[in-house]
């Protein structure tokens, strides 16, 4: 009976395993993207090249996506296309996509760094700079500490 339950819970293991694999797909089609973070890609990157779309589809939570440009960009995107992380490496986050208190912030006590990822993560924004420092922000914008991240 034992070795009955414990091969049947490896099977259930293993299709649970593999499935995982299954939710994920690959492609270039910027059409499988909800049309909000189409709109996000045209107006913030519009002559970034899309390098991959990994539209991540979870067995009990929603549907994410992504985003990967030619350039090393990476954006993620929520299941109804509101951006969720920007990440652009060594250049600076196009302006627009920062709150402007934020930007104030930056340039007046880090002025001379760029904004080179933002992130929103459980009401705050995760604001990474170009020296490797990550700041903390509230959702009006307001400075709460530098991040860290264990």
Request: positive net charge; contains cysteine; proline residues 3%.
């Amino acid at each position: 009976m034992k070795k009955l339950l414990s091969v049947l819970l490896m099977c259930v293991l293993c299709c649970g395993a593999a499935s995982a694999f299954i939710f994920d797909k690959y492609t270039l089609n910027r059409e499988d993207l909800p049309e909000e973070a189409r709109d996000f890609l045209t107006e913030y990157f519009p002559k970034a090249k899309v390098g991959m779309i990994k539209v991540d589809k979870h067995l009990l939570k929603k549907t994410d996506y992504d985003v990967r440009l030619v350039n090393g960009t990476t954006v993620e995107f929520s299941n109804a296309g509101k951006w969720t992380s920007v990440d652009c490496k060594t250049r600076e986050v196009p302006a627009g996509i920062v709150p402007k208190t934020i930007v104030r912030y930056v340039s007046k006590n880090y002025s001379d760094v760029k904004i080179v990822s933002i992130k929103k993560k459980s009401g705050n924004y995760i604001i990474g700079l170009s020296d490797g420092v990550d700041l903390k922000f509230n959702l009006l914008g307001q400075f709460k500490g530098v991040h860290m991240d264990n």
